[in-house]
């Protein structure tokens, strides 16, 4: 059975910080592209952040560039996802995914999780 579980979401000041975490229970974890994507009310779902199977490779949105770092730790079978600098337009469900390709498109990625809520006060 295929589980990708977000946790680490909350409520949060402006300026504040949060680390999400997915723990994946996909065989392939290690070599997996995972990413990060979030979905606001009344909102389609965007891309945030993603990261290659090694870690070698990440890529950010241009909203979160600076403020979010992705990182993963394959021995844990976890993705990470450090959040500073946090301001309200952040607000929204985060979700993350797992893909043979690591790409910026929702649709390229095979598995999901069930979202975690990060909700950043002004």
């Known amino acids: 059975q295929v589980q990708l579980v977000e946790s680490g979401g909350g409520l949060v000041q402006a300026g504040g910080s949060l680390r999400l975490s997915c723990a994946a229970s996909?065989?392939?974890?290690?070599?997996?592209?995972m990413g990060w994507f979030r979905q606001a009310p009344g909102k389609e779902r965007e891309f945030v952040a993603r990261?290659?199977?090694?870690?070698?490779?990440?890529a950010y949105a241009d909203s979160v560039k600076g403020r979010f770092t992705i990182s993963r730790d394959n021995a844990k079978n976890t993705v990470y996802l450090q959040m500073n600098s946090l301001r309200p337009e952040d607000t929204a469900v985060y979700y993350c995914?797992?893909?043979?390709?690591?790409?910026?498109?929702?649709?390229?990625?095979?598995?999901w999780g069930q979202g975690t809520q990060v909700t950043v006060s002004s």
């Open positions: 996909i065989r392939t974890f290690s070599s997996s592209a």
């Open positions: 990261i290659s199977w090694s870690g070698s490779s990440t």
């Open positions: 995914a797992a893909g043979p390709s690591g790409s910026y498109y929702s649709t390229d990625y095979n598995f």
